[in-house]
């Protein structure tokens, strides 16, 4: 009797299995953590540009398929990949040949692209039908269980730089899409990816297993019965092919995202990667979506430019590659589910009828101005970005409101300020425009007092950039 109690009570206060399996994923990856914890970069600078599949054609080349409803689910598979931005990772970089000449594009999914991380890098794998160097071999399983599970055939574990954690919860349906399309519809490329040789104890895929299960979630998506098919799509879209959590939820120490689903509480709400904060996409007014409408979120993600903002960073590439290529529903449900989050780890605010903002604007407009960062302003920006903040429409962002300006995390403003940027080529959207660099032109302090004065002008209010933030940034970004 006693004995069934105790084992009663020490049950109800051992600890739940997923925290366990937290701790001991935690002891065991200790070392993983810190260096993950820098995260994983890419090192090829230029990304290629991938044009959207010609089904058509690929299709017809592949003798291999004759029925329409075969053709049907290559050409779907074709549609989720871009969904799913697997060239964006799986495409080398352009190899640049003579000065003035034309760089020669890389094979699309022939591999090779690395991403640097502190340890090393990571290359990705060739996924084109090559039976040797690619996954041609690969059965339906095989393939499920890479992308799902992280595993590939010879239980070869793959580092988180793949998003598995994402791609876990695709469907079935579009699974075996996906499959078709990679088996019957992309060319094979007998060319070998680089290796990917981390020094110990980083080089022990099997190691992995124990991130794996701590850390990455299973289990196939779950519709919400409450919500409405549009917002279920929505989220299906953005959790799992989409895996927009790899650069918009923050990291912990082990390289894991905080949450995967809307009921974790940092799920969505900013992270850095590669230097670019991925800003917060809840409903927070200020660094947040609030203020922004569902149609401009989708105008956003097709064109790269909604309500004033602009798309510039790694978003660039996402909507280069994959966003403008999802259809008019698929865009209209993931801006709905976003506007549905909550406004979660708010930060800035923004009041563009306060009299503090009509005065600064008012005086930018008659060259009076005394705060620090307005002459830079005046001097360097004014002439895009117009004196009061308002941009030029399809041409050069609004920075008056824009959340991206408002953002906790300054490090993406300073990485645009020293690099400069330019806005994504797309089908439909305008023709890109160049924003300068200005490494050669401002000092650490000039650019802390530029962007201090931008996050806190036309009724912005946000912290204050100090020149160590600056100095900081520019010394991770070695530029
Ligand atoms: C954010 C970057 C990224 C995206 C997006 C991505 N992958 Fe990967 N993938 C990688 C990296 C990096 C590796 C190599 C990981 C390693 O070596 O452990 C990889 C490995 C793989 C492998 C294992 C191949 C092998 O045998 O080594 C497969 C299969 C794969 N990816 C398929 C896909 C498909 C299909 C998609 C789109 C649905 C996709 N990936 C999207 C980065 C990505
Ligand atoms: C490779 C990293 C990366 C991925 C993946 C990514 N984003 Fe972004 N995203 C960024 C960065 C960096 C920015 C900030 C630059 C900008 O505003 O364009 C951004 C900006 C945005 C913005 C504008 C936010 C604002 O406040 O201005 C939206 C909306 C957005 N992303 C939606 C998405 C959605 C939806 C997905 C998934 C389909 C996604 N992103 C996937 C990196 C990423
Ligand atoms: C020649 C025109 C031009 C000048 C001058 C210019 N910008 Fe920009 N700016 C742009 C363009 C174009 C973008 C979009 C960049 C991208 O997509 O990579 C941009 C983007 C931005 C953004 C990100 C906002 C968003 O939604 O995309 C900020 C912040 C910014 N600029 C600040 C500044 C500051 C501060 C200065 C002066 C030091 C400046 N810009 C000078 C053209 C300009």
């Given at each position: 009797?006693?004995?069934a109690y105790d084992?009663y009570?020490?049950?109800?206060?051992?600890?739940?299995?997923?925290?366990l399996r937290?701790r001991?994923?935690?002891?065991?990856?200790?070392?993983?953590?810190?260096?993950?914890?820098?995260g994983v970069?890419?090192v090829?600078?230029?990304?290629?540009?991938i044009a959207?599949?010609?089904?058509?054609?690929?299709?017809a080349?592949?003798?291999a398929?004759n029925?329409?409803?075969d053709a049907a689910?290559?050409?779907r598979?074709?549609?989720?990949?871009?969904?799913?931005d697997?060239?964006g990772?799986?495409?080398?970089?352009?190899?640049?040949t003579?000065p003035?000449v034309k760089?020669?594009l890389?094979p699309?999914?022939?591999?090779?692209l690395?991403m640097?991380s502190p340890?090393?890098?990571?290359?990705?794998?060739?996924?084109?039908?090559?039976?040797h160097v690619?996954i041609g071999a690969?059965?339906?399983d095989?393939f499920?269980?890479a992308l799902r599970?992280?595993?590939?055939?010879?239980?070869?574990r793959?580092?988180?730089a793949?998003?598995?954690?994402?791609?876990a919860?695709i469907s079935?349906?579009d699974?075996?899409?996906?499959y078709?399309?990679?088996?019957?519809?992309v060319?094979?490329?007998?060319?070998?990816?680089?290796?990917?040789?981390?020094?110990?104890?980083f080089s022990?895929r099997w190691?992995?297993m124990?991130?794996?299960w701590?850390?990455?979630?299973?289990g196939p998506?779950?519709p919400?019965p409450?919500?409405?098919?549009q917002w279920?799509?929505?989220?299906?879209?953005v959790?799992s092919?989409g895996?927009c959590?790899a650069?918009?939820t923050?990291?912990?120490?082990?390289?894991?995202e905080r949450?995967?689903?809307?009921?974790?509480?940092l799920y969505?709400t900013?992270g850095?990667?590669?230097?670019?904060?991925?800003?917060?996409?809840?409903?927070?007014?200020?660094?947040?979506?609030?203020?922004?409408?569902a149609?401009?979120l989708?105008?956003?993600l097709?064109?790269?430019h909604?309500g004033?903002l602009?798309?510039?960073g790694?978003?660039?590439q996402v909507?280069?590659?994959s966003?403008?290529y999802?259809s008019d529903a698929?865009?209209a449900?993931?801006?709905a589910?976003?506007?549905?989050?909550p406004?979660r780890?708010?930060?800035?605010?923004?009041?563009?009828r306060?009299?503090a903002?009509?005065?600064?604007a008012?005086?930018?407009?008659?060259?009076?101005?005394?705060?620090?960062?307005?002459?830079?302003?005046?001097?360097y920006?004014?002439r895009c970005?117009?004196?009061?903040?308002?941009?030029v429409?399809?041409k050069?962002?609004?920075?008056?409101?824009?959340?991206?300006?408002?953002?906790?995390s300054?490090?993406s403003?300073?990485?645009?300020?020293v690099?400069?940027?330019?806005?994504?080529h797309?089908?439909e959207?305008?023709?890109?425009?160049?924003?300068?660099p200005?490494?050669?032109?401002?000092?650490d302090s000039e650019?802390?007092?530029v962007?201090?004065?931008?996050?806190?002008?036309?009724?912005?209010?946000?912290?204050p950039?100090?020149?160590?933030?600056v100095?900081s940034?520019r010394s991770?970004?070695?530029?």
């Amino acid at each position: 009797m006693m004995r069934a109690y105790d084992a009663y009570v020490s049950a109800r206060h051992a600890v739940p299995r997923s925290r366990l399996r937290k701790r001991a994923g935690f002891i065991v990856i200790v070392a993983w953590a810190l260096a993950l914890a820098l995260g994983v970069t890419r090192v090829d600078a230029a990304e290629p540009v991938i044009a959207p599949a010609d089904n058509a054609t690929i299709i017809a080349a592949s003798g291999a398929v004759n029925s329409a409803a075969d053709a049907a689910q290559i050409a779907r598979g074709a549609y989720l990949a871009q969904a799913a931005d697997c060239a964006g990772c799986h495409t080398a970089a352009p190899r640049p040949t003579q000065p003035g000449v034309k760089p020669i594009l890389s094979p699309p999914f022939a591999g090779g692209l690395g991403m640097a991380s502190p340890f090393g890098t990571i290359y990705s794998s060739n996924i084109t039908p090559d039976p040797h160097v690619g996954i041609g071999a690969y059965s339906y399983d095989d393939f499920a269980r890479a992308l799902r599970d992280g595993v590939a055939p010879g239980g070869k574990r793959l580092y988180p730089a793949m998003p598995f954690p994402s791609f876990a919860k695709i469907s079935d349906d579009d699974m075996h899409a996906l499959y078709a399309y990679f088996m019957h519809g992309v060319q094979p490329v007998a060319i070998a990816a680089p290796e990917t040789s981390l020094p110990f104890p980083f080089s022990q895929r099997w190691a992995l297993m124990f991130w794996d299960w701590a850390f990455a979630p299973r289990g196939p998506f779950k519709p919400e019965p409450a919500r409405d098919a549009q917002w279920n799509r929505g989220a299906y879209l953005v959790q799992s092919l989409g895996h927009c959590g790899a650069c918009h939820t923050p990291r912990g120490p082990a390289y894991e995202e905080r949450g995967y689903t809307e009921s974790s509480k940092l799920y969505l709400t900013g992270g850095t990667n590669d230097h670019w904060f991925a800003p917060n996409l809840t409903g927070d007014p200020g660094s947040g979506l609030g203020r922004i409408s569902a149609a401009d979120l989708a105008a956003f993600l097709k064109q790269g430019h909604g309500g004033g903002l602009v798309t510039f960073g790694s978003m660039v590439q996402v909507v280069e590659d994959s966003t403008q290529y999802m259809s008019d529903a698929d865009l209209a449900a993931i801006a709905a589910y976003l506007k549905s989050l909550p406004p979660r780890a708010q930060s800035g605010l923004f009041n563009g009828r306060s009299r503090a903002a009509q005065q600064t604007a008012q005086a930018l407009k008659t060259g009076d101005v005394e705060r620090p960062g307005a002459g830079i302003y005046a001097t360097y920006c004014a002439r895009c970005h117009q004196s009061d903040g308002a941009g030029v429409a399809q041409k050069y962002p609004r920075l008056a409101g824009n959340p991206a300006v408002l953002s906790a995390s300054t490090a993406s403003l300073v990485r645009l300020l020293v690099e400069g940027g330019g806005s994504p080529h797309t089908g439909e959207g305008p023709e890109s425009r160049k924003m300068p660099p200005f490494a050669d032109k401002l000092n650490d302090s000039e650019m802390a007092h530029v962007l201090t004065f931008i996050r806190n002008t036309w009724g912005n209010a946000a912290a204050p950039v100090t020149t160590h933030d600056v100095s900081s940034a520019r010394s991770a970004l070695h530029k």
